[in-house]
């Protein structure tokens, strides 16, 4: 398994910017499809957003789509979701998540990723 680490996480006001990084550990880094999860009190955790192996294919969740925009860079282990247009609504703690895969599926539920980080607390004021 790759271990992860999240940070980039805190206070916004609305209508702001955060970028969140996620650095995985290993060498194997360019065959784990990589995803965001949040989780906000009270919530269960849900899915925010996915990119493939490679890096070609791309998924959000409704509630992102054209606000945040998820990218990786397998030269440095490393996973990013830009969050543009910050929402009250998008105060969560935000997860890192790795999954294992042969092709450039980009899975979206929780339970098919093997791998998670510790989090990172996201807070947007209004």
């Known amino acids: 398994q790759v271990q992860l680490v999240e940070s980039g996480g805190g206070l916004v006001q609305a209508g702001g910017s955060l970028r969140l990084s996620c650095a995985a550990s290993?060498?194997?880094?360019?065959?784990?499809?990589m995803g965001w999860f949040r989780q906000a009190p009270g919530k269960e955790r849900e899915f925010v957003a996915v990119?493939?192996?490679?890096?070609?294919?791309?998924y959000y969740a409704d509630s992102v789509k054209g606000r945040f925009t998820i990218s990786r860079d397998n030269a440095k282990n490393t996973v990013y979701l830009q969050m543009n247009s910050l929402k009250p609504e998008d105060t969560a703690v935000y997860y890192c998540?790795?999954?294992?895969?042969?092709?450039?599926?980009?899975?979206?539920?929780?339970?098919?990723?093997?791998?998670w980080g510790q989090g990172t607390q996201v807070t947007v004021s209004s």
């Open positions: 998540a790795a999954r294992f895969t042969y092709t450039d599926h980009v899975p979206r539920s929780l339970v098919d990723f093997g791998s």
């Open positions: 290993g060498r194997t880094f360019g065959s784990y499809a």
């Open positions: 990119i493939s192996r490679s890096g070609s294919n791309s």
